[in-house]
Each structure stands twice: as structure tokens, then as C-alpha cells.
């Protein structure tokens, strides 16, 4: 019997990730550290689970507790870490408009703490931890697995908050804590039926879209031939996690799991407007002009899109996936490209018009 201690659910990532880890290995349960404020969701979620997946029952635990308190909140952190064999670390603000106070308090903070229960677990074999292709910043050109401090800028609280995070797991890492690190880029909904969880990112986009007529006018910043937009399906990410998660050499191993080759801004444009049947006019602007139209509220509500997501659109990174293609080689686990199933994102909005785009805090 083995037991993890999974944070991020009842999250978008963490949602699908817990039932892929409980499915890969019949003896494994979870105890899953919530929030108080989400434990009817989770509780809900929990029931959709083995009600979908019978081979679930009683194998996902509940507890209560905040990465933001110390021992994270729980009443017998180290009963619970004397149980434990894995730690998935998933939980975090994904949110680009997030506070400084904030950000640090959960990203940063808060993966000290679970650093922390994890030196104090006498069984663990491995702490896993889901950072971000974005610890990058607006680093120039490659960004590889091996990289971290580069001198890079960040665009918001939420890059930097989880380079901070990242830093604290290395150290833990070259300290001799087990550990692995998964490197997602921007995550969207599920490959093929388009599903997720929130709108945020790309669907500020496609939403933008869709609000217009046949002829869409689409805001193009600087060159929109150079700058990439590197985007991958959730289903991709928690098949390649939950792999490289089952490997013994991926212990000690930073994996980025991105788009080596993805669309410009200009292939995402054409891309987009062929899912939402719209004709795009390019109204080409400075990328501070558009920024600043965004930061005033009649604007936003107009348009929907938040000024910083301009910043993605103009983004300098392309992100290495060396070790990652080469440790899923053979795996049948592959990415996806954008064109392929932009069109389930697509329909998905259109099927579901009054889903949030608030994330989880």
C-alpha cells in the first residue's frame, strides 16, 4: 500500500492528475490537503470521481489544511507524514494579476512548508513539484531544463513568486531531498473534447473573437511573426507527469513540458480565427498602447482580455524539452500540435458561455 499527499485538487491540473497518479498504481491512496472554502467542491468532486471510476472508492482522503499555515495547517502533520510514500505538489495561485502578499504567501511560502513535511516524512521516496515554463521570465531565445538563474525579468508576481518557489526545491534538491520538477507551459483544456475548469489565457482570446462578427477586428502587436505562444492540453500534461513520475531516473530531473516548435503569433491568429469562423482584420499597435487601453476598465469590460496577457503575445522564450522527449520516448505519450485541436477549445466556449474566469486562492 502506498499513500501520497496530493495539494491542488479540487484544481483544474489537480483534478485530473490525482485519478491518472490513482489509476497507475491500484495500491495507492491519497490524502488530499484542502482548503476549507473549497471542501464541498472537493467533497462533490471526489463522488464525480468514483462514480465515474468505481476502482476509486474509498481511496481519496480529504483533510483540511492551508499552505499558507505552518505544518500546513494540519492538526497531525507528522502522523499523516509517517503515512507518506510521495508528495505531489501541485497547488499555487495561477494568476497573473496575482498580489506580491499573495503570491509569495502560497507559491513561495507555502512550497516551503510542504519542503519542509517532506524532510520529516521517514518513508518518502520522492517529492514531486509542478513549477512553470514562466520561472523563465522574459529570458531571451532558449530557456533549457538545466536553466533557472539567468538574470531574467519577470512580467508579473506570478512568474516570480514561482522562480522564488522553484529556487527552494532546488536547494532541497541538491540537499538530497528526492525530488522531481515538472515545467508546464500555458495549460489549456483537454485535446479532445476541449473541456477546463476556467477561462483564462488563450480563451480571453478566443472569447474576444467570438463577441465580434464574421469580420473580427484582432489587435496585432510588434511582429507577430517572431514572438511564440507556447501552449499545451491539460490531458498532455497529466499522461507526462504521471509517466515520468512512475521512472526511477527521473529522480533529480527537471522536465519542461512545452511546445519545442510552437505557433507564432501570427500562425495562432489564422489558427484562431479558423476555429471561431472569423475573418480576421489585423489592426497592427504598440504593444504599450494596447496595454495601457487595457488597464482602463471600459475597455476590459469591452474586450474582456486583462492588460497583462499582452505580455505573452510578445514573449522572447522558446523552452527546451530535451530530457522530457527523451524520457516519454517510447511512452506513446505525445504532444499534440495547437492546429489539431483548437477547434475543441473552440466549441467548448461556445457550449459553455457562463463558466468563471476567477482562479482558485
Do not use: W
Request: aromatic residues 6%; contains cysteine.
Amino acid at each position: 500500500m502506498s499513500t501520497i499527499l496530493f495539494t491542488g485538487f479540487p484544481g483544474f491540473l489537480g483534478s485530473a492528475l490525482l485519478p491518472s497518479l490513482l489509476a497507475s498504481d491500484r495500491s495507492r491512496t491519497a490524502t488530499c490537503l484542502v482548503q476549507r472554502k473549497y471542501t464541498d467542491l472537493a467533497s462533490r468532486r471526489v463522488r464525480e470521481l468514483e462514480a465515474a471510476h468505481p476502482d476509486l472508492g474509498g481511496r481519496i482522503r480529504l483533510v483540511e489544511g492551508d499552505l499558507t499555515l505552518p505544518d500546513l495547517g494540519l492538526e497531525s502533520a507528522d502522523e499523516i507524514g509517517r503515512q507518506l510514500d510521495e508528495i505531489y505538489h501541485v497547488a499555487a495561485v495561477y494568476d497573473l494579476e496575482v498580489s506580491r502578499e499573495v503570491g509569495v504567501a502560497v507559491n513561495v511560502e507555502g512550497t516551503r512548508r510542504v519542503i519542509d513535511l517532506a524532510r520529516r516524512c521517514p518513508s518518502l521516496r520522492r517529492l514531486h513539484h509542478v513549477s512553470t515554463c514562466y520561472v523563465s521570465g522574459r529570458h531571451p531565445g532558449s530557456f533549457e531544463e538545466t536553466d533557472l538563474k539567468v538574470g531574467q525579468s519577470f512580467n508579473n508576481n506570478y512568474e516570480e513568486t514561482k522562480y522564488l518557489a522553484e529556487i527552494e526545491v532546488r536547494k532541497a534538491m541538491e540537499d538530497g531531498l528526492p525530488t522531481t520538477i515538472y515545467r508546464p507551459a500555458i495549460v489549456v483544456g483537454d485535446s479532445d473534447t476541449g473541456a477546463t475548469a476556467k477561462y483564462d489565457g488563450i480563451y480571453y482570446v478566443i472569447r474576444f473573437l467570438l463577441r465580434q462578427p464574421r469580420v473580427a477586428v484582432m489587435p496585432i502587436i510588434e511582429d507577430p511573426t517572431r514572438a511564440r505562444v507556447t501552449l499545451v492540453p491539460r490531458d498532455f500534461v497529466v499522461r507526462a507527469i504521471t509517466h515520468l513520475a512512475g521512472l526511477e531516473a527521473s529522480a533529480g530531473r527537471v522536465y519542461q513540458l512545452a511546445d519545442p516548435y510552437p505557433p507564432t503569433v501570427e500562425e495562432l491568429v489564422e489558427i484562431l480565427a479558423t476555429a471561431t469562423r472569423r475573418r480576421p482584420v489585423r489592426v497592427r499597435l504598440p504593444g504599450r498602447v494596447v496595454r495601457l487601453a487595457l488597464e482602463r476598465r471600459l475597455v476590459r469590460r469591452i474586450t474582456g482580455i486583462p492588460a497583462a496577457l499582452v505580455d505573452y503575445f510578445t514573449h522572447p522564450t522558446i523552452y527546451g524539452t530535451t530530457r522530457a522527449r527523451a524520457d516519454l520516448e517510447g511512452s506513446g505519450i505525445a504532444l499534440p500540435v495547437f492546429r489539431s485541436y483548437a477547434e475543441s477549445l473552440v466549441s467548448f466556449v461556445i457550449d459553455n458561455p457562463d463558466l468563471e474566469s476567477e482562479a482558485m486562492i
